[in-house]
C-alpha cells in the first residue's frame, strides 16, 4: 500500500541554523510532491510544489528536492527563525484530485 | 490575498444529530475538497467536487456524508446522524484551474457529545 513517511520526532534547532526535513515514499509514482505548513489549530497553508522533472525548487529561505529514484524529497529552511516552528507537511500527488499527507514533522526553531 | 473562509469555527453537537459545515471558497476556483484531521492524527482526504458533482471520495466519505454547492459561492458539507468518531477538525480546501495547488479553511472543529 502507499506510504509516506516523515520523522515522527519533533526537530529542534537553533536560530539561524538550517532546518532539514525529510519526506520519503513507498508505492507511489508521484508527478509532483508539495509541502504545506500547519500550526496548532490551523489549516495547512501552501508552501511549494516540486515536479517529476525538477531536482530543486527554492522560494527565499525555503528549497525543496525531489529525488525520484531515492523516492525522497528533502525540505530545507535556511537562517531559521522562531516563528518556522510549527508542522510540516509532505504529500505527494499523482494524477488524482486528492492530497495524500504525511503525518508530518514538527519544527521548533529556539532563539 | 483571497482566502478560503469556513463557519462556524467550533460546533457542538448531540450525537445522532444532522451537522451542515460551510465553507467559502476562494472566488474564482473551480474545485472544492473537505479533509479531516483526527486530534493527534493526519489530515485525510473526504472528496473532491467540480462542475457540480462528486469527483472523488474516499472511504471515510459514507452515505452518512454528503457536499452541495447550493450557490455561486458556498460549498457545504452535511453529515446527516452524526457519531461519536466524527469528532475531528473538518478543513475546507479549493483550487484553481490547475487543480494543484489547494487552499485550505482554517477549519470547523466538530465536538460530538
Known amino acids: 500500500s502507499q506510504k509516506i513517511e516523515q520523522n515522527s520526532e519533533a526537530l529542534n534547532i537553533q536560530e539561524g541554523k538550517t532546518a532539514t526535513l525529510t519526506c520519503n515514499y513507498t508505492?507511489?509514482?508521484?508527478?509532483?510532491l508539495q509541502w504545506y505548513r500547519q500550526d496548532p489549530g490551523r489549516g495547512p497553508v501552501f508552501l511549494l510544489l516540486?515536479?517529476?522533472?525538477?531536482k530543486e525548487k527554492r522560494k527565499e529561505r525555503l528549497k525543496v528536492t525531489f529525488d525520484t529514484t531515492l523516492k525522497q524529497s528533502l525540505f530545507h529552511i535556511t537562517a531559521s527563525q522562531p516563528a518556522d516552528s510549527a508542522t510540516y507537511l509532505c504529500?505527494?500527488?499523482?494524477?488524482?484530485?486528492?492530497?495524500?499527507f504525511g503525518t508530518g514533522t514538527r519544527l521548533q526553531v529556539f532563539p | 490575498e483571497p482566502e478560503v473562509t469556513q463557519t462556524p469555527s467550533h460546533q457542538v453537537t448531540q450525537m445522532g444529530q444532522e451537522v451542515i459545515l460551510r465553507c467559502v471558497p476562494i472566488?474564482?476556483?473551480?474545485?472544492f475538497y473537505w479533509y479531516r484531521q483526527i486530534l493527534g492524527q493526519k489530515v485525510e482526504f473526504l472528496v473532491s467536487?467540480?462542475?457540480?458533482?462528486?469527483?472523488?471520495k474516499s472511504e471515510i466519505f459514507d452515505d452518512q456524508f454528503s457536499v452541495e454547492r447550493p450557490d455561486g459561492s458556498n460549498f457545504t458539507l452535511k453529515i446527516r446522524s452524526t457519531k461519536l468518531e466524527d469528532s475531528a477538525m473538518y478543513f475546507c480546501?479549493?483550487?484553481?484551474?490547475?487543480?494543484?495547488?489547494?487552499?485550505f479553511g482554517d477549519g470547523t472543529r466538530l465536538s460530538i457529545l
Open positions: 472566488s474564482n476556483h473551480l474545485y
Open positions: 508505492n507511489y509514482s508521484p508527478a509532483y
Open positions: 516540486i515536479r517529476e522533472n525538477e
Open positions: 467536487f467540480y462542475n457540480n458533482e462528486i469527483s472523488e
Open positions: 480546501a479549493s483550487s484553481g484551474e490547475g487543480k494543484q495547488p489547494q487552499h
Open positions: 504529500a505527494p500527488g499523482e494524477d488524482t484530485d486528492k492530497l495524500i
